[in-house]
């Protein structure tokens, strides 16, 4: 009788050491899937480079890659509710001049120009 709930504990513990060891396995391969996904995406997965234009106090930004219209706003902090809703950050980088200027200026937002050589 007593060998029998020996046994029985013994099984039990058995079996629930699988049960744990089971599932640590599929919780690292699919933690492993998730973070090969997240290297997988590219710099350009990421961030979409626009240019900028200014018609009557609104900003449009165009995708430089292939001219497709990204959005509208009429301040930097627009740009930046867009980069939230689209999960891209949107970064301008060309356009008219006087239209990236007053851009930049927008918000009390610092203009950063970079200049390569």
Partial sequence: MIMDIVSFVFYTLGILALIEIGLRLFVSYYMK???????????????????????????????????????????????EDMSDRIGKQVVVMDGEPEAFDKLANTDGIKEYKVDIK
């Fill in 33 to 79: 899937q998730e973070l090969d996904e997240v290297e997988d995406k590219s710099l350009e997965d990421r961030i979409i480079l626009g240019r900028v234009e200014e018609l009557n106090g609104t900003f449009y930004v165009y995708n430089m890659k292939n001219d497709a219209f990204v959005g509208q706003g009429k301040t930097a902090k627009d740009f």
